[in-house]
């Protein structure tokens, strides 16, 4: 009978989960960046379609949602839908002076302005948000599991942000192939309740 392994101490689980997760960095995202313009907007698209069907999108009237970088999914059919149904809807905002993200309350036609981090950004015009008062959050991800935990960039930023969203319902979207079984996680991590896909909803 084999025996079984040395037990790992609480910073060795997390210095391995680390490092599983930078691999799955750098994999899923050559994937992601692959995949071709149209069929990032058809899988998008999808996306949207199930999500406007969740009985709790229907139901908040305060949304977050993100503006996609590097391949992310595309959910400007999405925000279309908040605006024309009379919902608020809320973007993610860098606050240059804590380095922490903000949700500002963007209305139909907001400006947007690049961050110095190579993604775009509302304007800074707009109000923040009560982030206790965000109904729904859409999350974006390298890659999720059926848990619902996430593999994203790395910067912690939703780590810090999502917690604060008391009684948000958390929605990752990601394409179907960025779906994995089961991924590293660590003791920050807040999973998601929802996990959307071009090929299915998964609720956790």
Request: charged content about 25%.
């Given at each position: 009978?084999?025996?079984?392994?040395?037990t790992?101490?609480?910073?060795?689980?997390?210095?391995?989960?680390?490092?599983?997760?930078?691999?799955?960095?750098?994999?899923?995202?050559?994937?992601?960046?692959?995949?071709?313009?149209?069929?990032?907007?058809?899988?998008?698209?999808?996306?949207?379609?199930?999500?406007?069907?969740?009985?709790?999108?229907?139901?908040?009237?305060?949304?977050?949602?993100?503006?996609?970088?590097?391949?992310?999914?595309?959910?400007?059919?999405?925000?279309?839908?908040?605006?024309?149904?009379?919902?608020?809807?809320?973007?993610?905002?860098?606050?240059?002076?804590?380095?922490?993200?903000?949700?500002?309350?963007?209305?139909?036609?907001?400006?947007?302005?690049e961050?110095?981090?190579?993604?775009?950004?509302?304007?800074?015009?707009?109000?923040?948000?009560?982030?206790?008062?965000?109904?729904?959050?859409?999350?974006?991800a390298?890659?999720?599991?059926?848990?619902?935990?996430?593999?994203?960039?790395?910067?912690?930023?939703?780590?810090?942000?999502?917690?604060?969203?008391?009684?948000?319902?958390?929605?990752?979207?990601?394409?179907?192939?960025?779906?994995?079984?089961?991924?590293?996680?660590?003791?920050?991590?807040?999973?998601?309740?929802?996990?959307?896909?071009?090929?299915?909803?998964?609720?956790v």
């Open positions: 009978m084999a025996q079984p392994g040395p790992l101490t609480p910073e060795e689980h997390t210095a391995l989960a680390r490092e599983a997760k930078a691999a799955f960095r750098t994999r899923l995202g050559a994937l992601r960046r692959a995949l071709p313009k149209q069929a990032q907007l058809k899988r998008s698209s999808a996306i949207c379609e199930f999500a406007l069907k969740l009985p709790e999108f229907q139901s908040a009237d305060n949304i977050a949602s993100y503006l996609p970088f590097a391949g992310e999914v595309n959910l400007t059919g999405l925000h279309d839908q908040v605006h024309s149904s009379g919902k608020s809807l809320f973007l993610p905002r860098m606050n240059k002076d804590t380095h922490a993200v903000d949700l500002l309350k963007v209305p139909e036609d907001f400006e947007q302005e961050s110095g981090y190579s993604f775009m950004q509302p304007a800074d015009k707009y109000p923040v948000a009560d982030l206790s008062e965000i109904d729904l959050i859409c999350i974006p390298l890659a999720a599991d059926l848990q619902g935990h996430r593999v994203g960039w790395g910067k912690g930023h939703y780590d810090h942000l999502l917690p604060q969203c008391t009684r948000a319902l958390r929605v990752i979207t990601v394409y179907d192939f960025q779906l994995l079984a089961e991924l590293p996680n660590e003791p920050h991590d807040t999973p998601a309740h929802i996990l959307i896909t071009d090929k299915q909803t998964h609720r």
